[in-house]
């Protein structure tokens, strides 16, 4: 690590400590000097830095990656020139109905794409890092009261795809050789040793809150918990093949799934929804009010692990997250912006309307964690908008999938009730395809399929159509435009990881 510019303050501060013993103790001066010692650092270590100036082709590249996909026009791929994800479960390869079993066949997947390399599984960069998010949550939403524990912890017990911990940690691993941002240090130096003590993340920014008796309680459980287990990690980077994850990523990764989580029990409230993740929706078990109480739990946890990263830039984007999720679901009251104006088919500003939606209920949450990911690295900004644009359209191709999938698999296989898009009055993608061949889907968009007979109909005419086909093409656009923003990260075997879970998500089916 580079030694650490000090200014005038610091270059004070260090002299005190050299030439003072215990200066904040003992004399007025040294703890004067030390103070403004450590005003100074953390001032010099809030700032955004001075960055690298982003190379012609680089900047170029990320412009061009910017440019939105044409949706409203995108056809169906003919027969001699299918998908790979169609050339697969058309062949005799065993494809598994899991997540996890996509990943692991994506190398396959890359033999149909007619790529020569073979692709990093993920699970072998990864996966030690993976296995103990589990219990590191637990310790993390530990709050003293049995039931609440119980609810806030409930979907963690399933078998979560855990698909935005991954790419966290993997565009950490990415990231790590890539050029850094010049002029910005870690505000988890510690200023006595001049060394990052990365235990920081499990204490609290601020020193007031043990004046606040249920605060500090609160705080000295989470401390205690995290203490005595922390999933066997010490606070240490985890180094494999010449790549590195922080302790700040591991719990970047930990606050992006409490974020997923939480809104999962919140939305799940307010679609009436029966199943999550093969176990009884939440509101199910437990009743709406205990749901929305955990989900608000989750939410407050996550920003106090946020607080403790002590990053200001990546604070400010992972909140945003939150507003975005906010914007997309009242987005969602409505299928078109405009309802009451007159439309024969859906134009290319409906299926922009449809698309931010979807970028703001689930890319935005993969886009910024990626994008704070290549932050928390001290990455040039090409990196990490290159991050953001790579997480982007991967969140917006995985929603893409996830809409399709409501028309095409079975209950049991997805998880959760199917056709359930069409029962909640909503038009995705395949619905907007079909609508532009079928002019008759027009009323019954209109009117949110609320009458009698318009659901069965609507699905119908969508199998009737090649708005399946549409979507999974328009998927497979974005799936390659995530792809493509990779280029600008420099080769690894992780970068080859995030290229095969990009690959593996049009060959999902849960």
Known sequence: MATKARSALGQLGAIARDFIRKPSETRPLGKFAVGAAKVSHFLE???????????????????????????????????????????ISSSSLPIDRSWSSAVENASQTVGACEKSKRLVDPKELVGSELSFITDNLARLLESGHPMLNTVSRYYFSASG?????????????????????????SILVDSETDHIDYSLIDRSASLNISSDFESDKSNRLI?????????????????????????????????????HTSSLLHDDVIDHAETRRGLPAIQKRFGNKMAIFAGDFLLARASMALARLRDPEVIEIMASVLCDLVDGEFKQLKNLEDEDAPMARPDENAFSYYLEKTYLKTGSLVAKSCRSSAILSNSTDDIVEAAYIYGRNLGIAFQLIDDLLDFTVSSAEFGKPVGADLELGLATAPVLYAWQEYPELGPLVARKFSEQGD?????????????????????????????????????SSARDALERVALSVLTRTK
Not at 55 to 83: F, R, Y
Not at 163 to 170: A, E, G, S
Request: with cysteine; glycine share 6%.
């Open 45 to 87: 270590s809030a700032a955004t830095g001075v960055r690298a100036p982003l190379p012609g082709p680089q900047h170029q590249a990320v412009a061009k990656l910017k440019k939105p996909i044409s949706a409203s026009t995108v056809v169906a791929p003919a027969e001699n020139h299918a998908l790979a994800t169609q050339a």
């Open 455 to 491: 659901v069965f109909k609507a699905w119908e005419l969508v199998h009737a159509s090649k708005g399946i086909e549409r979507t999974r093409e328009l998927a497979r656009h974005y799936m390659e435009r995530a792809c493509e923003a990779l280029a600008i990260f420099p080769p």
């Open 223 to 259: 401390e205690d918990a995290t203490r005595s287990g922390h999933g066997g990690r010490p606070y240490t980077p985890h180094v494999t093949a010449g790549l590195t994850i922080l302790p700040t990523h591991r719990r970047l990764a930990e606050i992006t799934e409490m974020i």
């Open 161 to 185: 795809k855990h698909i935005r911990p991954l790419l966290v940690m993997l565009v950490a691993q990415a990231t790590s050789i890539a050029t850094k941002r010049i002029g910005r240090t």
